[in-house]
């Protein structure tokens, strides 16, 4: 990225070398009339990310260092205004994927229905900047396509069919993703995914899948008006069965009724659980909706499992390393439903003192702590 990058990196690493700088720096920052809470960061020239977060920093405090380069003789690396020009493109052009890594890495909801949009936006970015006036930031473009292409040349099918089965998007994002990279190869890489969703669906339909029983079933002996009430949810439920096996009669599977029914409004269903929705149709669409949940709860990144990895090294440290694997189990499954599966509040996402969950595992008998 050339020598803006490193200048500005040194600039960071300078002011936050010493307490004097910093006081220093502090100075600079209220000479120019900067209010900002925002603190330097410093990268590791290695991960992309963290150097996003510093040149967006950094930028930040332009001034202040222009300021520091007056006042302070030893400081040799204050970025010209042609260099910070260029941090502040390189600042941009990192911007949509610092955002895109954010979204998949992220380890508290399905994400194979957000797999296809983020994949399509990174080669799209990349496409786009393959002409930017800057040289470098083309040449670096040039070389994210190069390392992109190993990896996702071929997009991940199954994966992509999570966005057929999120009722907003269906094939209708497909095309419109395929298009905008090529007009040419659209339709082809639209029916491929479609004969392969296809072909997936036939293998569920050869299974026999029972449908969990409802609620209504699971409940004590009912009152009069609740026998009414779960009498109509039975008729209810024999209704949508005859509607479907009347369509089925007339050719058209589940899949078929699923994709020939309109798509849900964009920024109406904004907020929308697609999961729950498939749980609340699975009456409707049967053998479809367990397919649905099996592709849409399947991860795109190993960050899930890492941080479970991590979290059970607290768990099992120096002094506690005599636990059964079942108790161990128990003791993540309560640190889950004690925060309510919500991240937390701090970066840190790990157990802060087992000690917090023991109390709570100690109500039930079958759990037993060997410390």
Same mark, same amino acid.
């Given at each position: ?234 008729? /209810?439920?024999? &209704? ?5 096996? #009347? =369509?089925?009669? +007339? %050719? ?6 699923? @994709? ?77 439903? /004690?925060?309510? &599966? ?5 970066? #840190? =996402?790990?157990? +802060? %003192? ?6 709570? @595992? ?10």
């Amino acid at each position: 990225m050339g020598d803006a990058l490193n200048k500005i990196r040194d600039s960071v690493k300078y002011v936050k070398g010493s307490e004097g700088r910093m006081k220093v720096f502090e100075e600079c920052v209220e000479t120019v009339g900067l209010q900002l809470k925002v603190g330097l960061s410093t990268d590791v020239p290695t991960k992309w990310n963290s150097t996003y977060k510093m040149l967006d920093s950094a930028i930040k405090y332009r001034r202040a260092f222009s300021s520091l380069h007056l006042f302070d003789t030893n400081y040799k690396h204050c970025p010209s205004n042609e260099e910070w020009a260029r941090g502040e493109k390189i600042c941009e052009f990192f911007m949509p994927f610092n955002e895109i890594t954010k979204l998949i890495s992220g380890s508290t909801y399905p994400t194979s229905n957000l797999y296809f949009m983020q994949v399509w936006k990174i080669e799209l970015l990349l496409k786009r900047n393959l002409n930017n006036e800057d040289v470098v930031l083309r040449n670096m473009a040039s070389s994210m396509r190069l390392k992109f292409e190993k990896y996702w040349e071929q997009y991940s099918v199954i994966l992509a069919m999570g966005v057929v089965f999120d009722p907003r998007m269906k094939f209708k994002l497909l095309d419109f993703c395929f298009k905008k990279l090529d007009p040419n190869t659209c339709k082809q890489k639209s029916d491929y995914v479609k004969s392969k969703l296809y072909m997936l669906f036939e293998a569920y339909k050869s299974k026999t899948m029972t449908v969990p029983p409802s609620s209504s079933t699971l409940s004590t002996p009912p009152c009069e008006n609740a026998i009414i009430e779960e009498t109509s949810d039975e008729m /209810i439920e024999e &209704f949508v069965q005859y509607c479907n096996q #009347d =369509d089925v009669d +007339n %050719g058209k599977s589940t899949l078929d009724l699923y @994709l020939d029914e309109p798509q849900k409004d964009m920024k109406m269903f904004a907020d929308m659980d697609i999961l729950n929705y498939w749980k609340e149709n699975r009456h409707r669409f049967g053998e479809l909706s367990y397919m649905a949940c099996d592709i849409l709860s399947i991860p795109i990144t190993t960050v899930a499992s890492e941080s479970t990895f991590s979290i059970g090294g607290r768990v099992l440290n120096k002094y506690r390393n005599c636990m059964l694997p079942s108790n161990v189990q128990a003791l993540l499954c309560a640190r889950n439903w /004690i925060r309510g &599966f919500e991240p937390p509040d701090h970066d #840190d =996402d790990e157990i +802060n %003192g087992v000690e917090e969950i023991v109390p709570v @595992l100690s109500e039930f008998s079958e759990v037993t702590i060997i410390t």
